[in-house]
């Protein structure tokens, strides 16, 4: 875009100073033309004053001649006996004609000859000045010069200003075409300063209010969408212990069945919309008090089912996750305990904060006392099996990687489950 409005500038410019500059070079080609005929003229009718004179005005003709010819151009009378005063020339055509007692310019050879009759007592006297070419041109070229030389100053100032204002035109167009970009691969919180022209200007302003209605709308939806991962988490919990109470040992095993798809269903969708592929971890909390609160919620769960629950988590330990995402990563790996593992087995939440290594580190620990993990590549999306886990893995790990951490799976030293969520760990402000 800077490049085609550098050349549109350039070409206009080119196109006014051939307009206006062209005909000056004309006009003083012209004008030089007609220097030099006035002053053929004027050589003519010095000489013109005393042709017409008698014998005895001869010397002062010659004299006056011979002063004339002093310059670039020569002068020669051609007196009525056929005689000639100054140096020879042809007689043309013209200076028959002048001879008949008509002044006139006529052009010869090598230059133009300026033609002037004089009466006399022994006749017609014709004075011819010849002017030649050098003399018509004289200053021509300087002229053209001079112009081509304005001509180069004015298109290289264009090129400099129109330079400067598309750069700033294309400047503000690409801030405006880099500000979309982000916009549309993501990036809401992309925002363009406007500048430049009026018009770009409010386009600046109609792409920033767009982005900042998107991103209000996009919170709202994930309001939305805890509001309702908190209001399904009671009656999914309530379904699963009236699950307990059926007395027919297979149905209770396949409603115990479709509640845990539900469980694993609904937390991969509640999580994959408050958590966009293309964001970053945002926020940060206390990993100490969330898996204290989260342990609390399922304490009533695991009593009813005779399992054992330990909560160990002294803090606080800062960590780069928001306490929603770490806390809806908990519930999907604390579930997959009640899923994959028999009734009365006892799990343990807790937190370990490490600083070897120069790196200060937390780690979330769901361990159980299930018959741990058959393969280790269950936290691979899609794949799901019958330890004590299951497809909610995915989750756990996208929340410990947009944190700059990883998910660990492993078997504990009493052979069940341990599940590592590592996290950074952040210094207290």
């Known amino acids: 875009m800077r490049r085609l409005l550098l050349l549109y500038g350039l070409a206009m410019t080119t196109a006014v100073l051939v307009a206006f500059l062209v005909p000056l070079g004309l006009l003083a080609r012209s004008l030089a033309q007609e220097r030099a005929l006035d002053a053929g003229r004027q050589d003519a009718q010095g000489v013109a004053v005393f042709a017409g004179g008698v014998a005895a005005d001869a010397a002062r003709l010659e004299a006056a001649v011979l002063d004339v010819n002093a310059g670039p151009r020569t002068t020669t009378v051609f007196r009525p006996d056929g005689s000639l005063v100054g140096p020879a020339a042809p007689v043309t055509t013209a200076v028959e004609v002048a001879a008949g007692g008509r002044a006139l310019t006529a052009r010869t050879d090598g230059g133009v000859e300026v033609l002037l009759p004089v009466g006399g007592a022994d006749g017609v006297s014709v004075v011819r000045t010849f002017v030649p070419d050098g003399e018509l041109t004289a200053g021509v070229a300087q002229a053209w010069l001079v112009l081509a030389g304005v001509g180069a100053v004015v298109l290289a100032a264009t090129a400099i200003a129109a ?46 209010g767009l982005g900042a209605r998107v991103s209000a709308l996009l919170a709202d939806e994930r309001e939305l969408v805890a509001d309702l991962s908190h209001r399904l988490r009671t009656p999914i ?42 964001e970053g971890a945002t926020g940060r909390c206390d990993a100490a008090a969330v898996v204290r609160e989260r342990g609390a919620f399922w304490e009533v769960l695991a009593s009813e ?78 794949r799901s099996g019958a330890g004590s886990t299951g497809l909610g893995l995915d989750v756990a790990r996208r929340t410990a990687e947009r944190a700059g951490g990883r998910l660990v799976l492993g078997n504990g030293a009493a052979g069940g489950a341990r599940i590592v969520l590592e996290l950074p760990a952040l210094r207290e402000p």
């Open 163 to 208: 330079d400067r204002i598309a750069a700033r035109l294309s400047r503000s167009v690409l801030d405006l075409a880099t500000v979309a970009g982000r916009l549309g691969a993501g990036d809401l919180t992309a925002r363009v300063e406007p500048s430049g022209p009026r018009e770009v200007v409010a386009v600046g302003h109609v792409l920033n």
């Open 305 to 382: 089912q005779g399992r054992e629950l330990t909560v160990e988590a002294a803090g606080p330990v800062e960590v780069a996750v928001g306490a929603d995402e770490l806390g809806a990563a908990l519930d999907v790996l604390i579930d997959n305990v009640f899923s994959h593992t028999p009734d009365g087995t006892a799990f343990r939440l807790a937190v370990e904060r490490d600083t070897g290594g120069g790196a200060s580190a937390a780690r979330v620990v769901v361990e159980d006392d299930g018959p741990g993990f058959v393969d280790l590549r269950l936290a691979e999306r899609g």
């Open 237 to 278: 919990t309530a379904l699963r212990l009236d699950t307990e109470l059926l007395t027919d040992p297979a149905e209770r095993e396949q409603v115990t069945g479709h509640v845990d798809q539900l469980v694993a269903g609904l937390d991969a969708v509640l999580w994959a919309a408050r958590h966009p592929a293309h």
